[in-house]
């Protein structure tokens, strides 16, 4: 199984990006997959994930209304748009998958997923 996280880059304050999780080897319509980020000298912390199969969606507090996750069955890969981009922001992106299991809190934690990309850089200039 691999996680293949791309679409990271350095970017204004305000502006857009759109980073994708590509897997090989499982399909993300029957995981969770969430979104992390760790920015510099700070822990790893969740942003974002999708549920299996009906695809809600979840948000931290700091990215409602800014970030959108979604997921293309066809592709096999999971999105996340990011708009109104703040310095904020400025992390190593990591997607992850989990197996179904827990309940909806659980998906916010990272001990739960089960693989996890290679993380791609989101550098917001102020």
């Known amino acids: 199984v691999q996680l293949q996280a791309s679409g990271g880059g350095l970017v204004q304050a305000g502006g857009s990006l759109r980073l994708s999780c590509a897997a090989s080897g499982v399909t993300l319509s029957h995981l969770y997959v969430g979104w992390f980020h760790q920015a510099p000298g700070k822990e790893r912390e969740w942003v974002s994930y999708?549920?299996?199969?009906?695809?809600?969606?979840y948000y931290t507090d700091s990215v409602k209304g800014r970030f959108t996750t979604t997921r293309d069955n066809a592709k096999n890969t999971v999105y996340l748009q990011m708009n109104s981009l703040k310095p904020d922001d400025t992390a190593v992106y990591y997607c992850?998958?989990?197996?179904?299991?827990?309940?909806?809190?659980?998906?916010?934690?990272?001990?739960?997923?089960?693989?996890w990309g290679q993380g791609t850089q989101v550098t917001v200039s102020s």
């Open positions: 992850a998958a989990a197996y179904p299991g827990g309940d909806m809190n659980h998906y916010v934690e990272e001990a739960f997923y089960n693989y």
């Open positions: 999708i549920s299996r199969g009906n695809g809600r969606t």
